[in-house]
């Protein structure tokens, strides 16, 4: 299939560039680099051999879009663009509304236009909010606690509207749990701007003495050992989700929810407990008061993916310390 990747040139959309190329796919990315660099696509052609078309745009760019659309018979769309700090979120909401909702609206009326019927949408596990239990299942409530995590669930709305209205139009919803990790060639992997909010950039940092000492946010949640309890997933193993997502909207037609994670809860210190013993190394760190709106444990129930998409995560935490390692220490100001 000829996929199109807005924000592709980004941390998961670079990887799953990689694992649609290796299906067979063709993929073509539109990115406007307000969060990524041109330089991952030099990455992408080393490690696959092949050059992927880009254009570099602003998805909410109607009339640029549209003439993406005239160059390319496009069979699907998987919707990576957007902004993903919700820190930031709360400083300048309205941006975060602009762009992460005038992106879907334009790719939907222009894929409308064009006839393509095929949607794959980034969505996270943040929209199930303060979770009353644990797994997390599809079905749940949703509800958000920040403007990022509005702009989430808004568009699974929008989405699963614009679906239930057009018999033609299929759409896949994938929740995303905290993916970390890198591709095991260590030549692309995350690379986030100034001092990183997200725990493993945060330790990789640590890591290769650019930033001192982490700061672990609580150790009085009620869990195993008073930390922060995640589903942390190799991006890898999400990447390859979206090419099993393809292949499910190719197939079946309305909306479609997936949570995608592994299943398995990891403490803030087992992460930093096996990254150390992976790469041996220490990471000096200390108790911190509690990051406000975060919550004691999240972690999902992806047994609906594996029923229906035939996916699951193959690759353990010890892989996902060390890949996210290998690609700090090779790369130590990322792409730039
Ligand atoms: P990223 O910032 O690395 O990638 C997003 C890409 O989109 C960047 O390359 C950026 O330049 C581009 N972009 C943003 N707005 C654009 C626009 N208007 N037009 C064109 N390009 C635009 O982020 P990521 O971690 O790869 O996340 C991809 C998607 O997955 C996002 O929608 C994010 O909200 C979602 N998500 C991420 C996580 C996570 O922890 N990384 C978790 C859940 C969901
Ligand atoms: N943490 C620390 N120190 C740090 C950073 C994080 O102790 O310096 C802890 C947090 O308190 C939390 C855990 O590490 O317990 C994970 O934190 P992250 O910031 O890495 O991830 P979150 O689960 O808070 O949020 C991430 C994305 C959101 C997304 C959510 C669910 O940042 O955008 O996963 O997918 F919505």
Known sequence: MKVLLTG????????TCIELIKAGHTPIIADNFDNSCPEVLNRIKEITGQEVRLYELDVCDGEAVDRMFVENDFDAVIHFAGLKAVGESCAVPLRYYRNNLDSTLTLLEVMKKYGVQNFVFSS???VYGVPE???????MPTGCTNPYGWTKLMNEQILTDASAADSGLSVVLLRYFNPIGAHESGRIGEDPNGIPNNLMPYITQVAAGKLKELGVFGNDYPTHDGTGVRDYIHVVDL???HVKAIDYAAAHKGTEIFNI???TGYSVLDIVNTFMRVNDLVIPYSIKPRRPGDIAE???DPSKAAEVLGWKAERGLEEMCRDSWNWQSHNKNGYK
């Open 261 to 263: 994670g592994t299943g």
């Open 133 to 139: 239990r644990v797994p997390l299942v599809e079905g």
């Open 8 to 15: 592709g040139a980004g941390y998961i959309g670079s990887h």
């Open 124 to 126: 996270s596990a943040t």
């Open 298 to 300: 999240c972690y999902a």
């Open 239 to 241: 990447a390859v989700a």
